[in-house]
C-alpha cells in the first residue's frame, strides 16, 4: 500500500515536471464550478429515528422525506498551479431529512410531530490533474466542515447541533470545450462522524455530481 502511494506521487511529479515545459500558461490560475447532483446519505439507520414499542410507549416514524438522500447542490473555487496540481475550497447543500412521529402513551396520550434535518459541507483539497489534451482525469483530498442541524418540532422543541470535521476524497473527469468553459462529472465522499456532545452517528456521503467550470 506505501509503495502504491510512493508510486502514485512520483507519476505526479513527473507530469507536472514535464507540464511545465510543455504546457501553455492559460492552463494556469483561477477557476469556479457550479455543481448538482445526488446525494446518499443513509440517516435512517443513524439512530435518530428509532422505532420503540415498550410496555405502555410506543414510536413510530412515517412519511420519511430524503432518509436515503436526494438532491444536492454547490459551487467551488480553485487555482491551478500548473496543469497537474491545484488547490480548492467548495461547498455542497446537502438533501433536507423530515419524519413525522407518532408517541402514545398509556392512558391514551398521543403526541404526534416533525422532527427535520438541515445539512450542508464546505471543505478545502488539494487536486491532482492527469491531463489527456483537452480530457483530465482529477482527484482530490481534504478536510471538511460538515454543518447539520436536527430540528424537532414539537412542544419540547428537540434541537440538535451534530457539526463535525470529516476527510473528503473524490475523482472525476473533465472535458474543455474552449479555453474558458468546461463541464465535468465527479464522485466525492465525505466520512462519517459520531458527534462528540450529542454522541449521535452522522452518517457518510457519497455524491454524485455534473458540473459547469470557468476559468477565469
Do not use: C
Not at 49 to 61: H, T
Not at 63 to 71: A, I, V
Not at 112 to 134: E, Q, R
Amino acid at each position: 500500500m506505501i509503495k502504491n502511494i510512493y508510486r502514485f506521487i512520483i507519476m505526479i511529479l513527473v507530469f507536472t515536471a514535464v507540464d511545465d515545459v510543455i504546457a501553455d500558461s492559460s492552463n494556469y490560475g483561477f477557476y469556479i464550478d457550479g455543481n448538482v447532483g445526488y446525494a446518499s446519505t443513509d440517516w435512517l439507520n443513524s439512530g435518530l429515528f428509532p422505532s420503540i414499542v415498550v410496555p405502555n410507549f410506543s414510536l413510530n416514524f412515517t412519511n420519511f422525506k430524503n432518509g436515503h438522500g436526494g438532491f444536492t447542490y454547490g459551487m467551488d473555487v480553485g487555482y491551478l498551479f500548473n496543469r497537474s496540481i491545484g488547490i480548492e475550497m467548495g461547498g455542497m447543500v446537502l438533501p433536507a431529512v423530515s419524519a413525522n412521529y407518532i408517541i402514545n402513551t398509556i392512558p391514551n396520550i398521543t403526541i404526534t410531530g416533525v422532527d427535520n434535518i438541515s445539512n450542508w459541507f464546505v471543505y478545502s483539497a488539494g487536486k491532482f490533474i492527469l491531463p489527456i489534451k483537452n480530457f483530465d482525469v482529477f482527484f482530490k483530498a481534504g478536510a471538511a466542515y460538515r454543518d447539520v442541524k436536527f430540528r424537532g418540532q414539537d412542544e419540547h422543541n428537540n434541537n440538535l447541533d451534530l457539526n463535525g470535521l470529516s476527510f473528503i476524497g473524490g475523482s472525476g473527469a473533465e472535458y474543455h470545450l474552449n479555453s474558458s468553459w468546461s463541464v465535468e462529472a465527479q464522485w466525492m465522499y465525505v466520512t462519517g462522524y459520531t458527534n462528540v456532545n450529542q454522541g449521535i452517528k452522522v452518517p457518510a456521503v457519497n455524491l454524485i455530481a455534473v458540473g459547469l467550470e470557468f476559468n477565469l
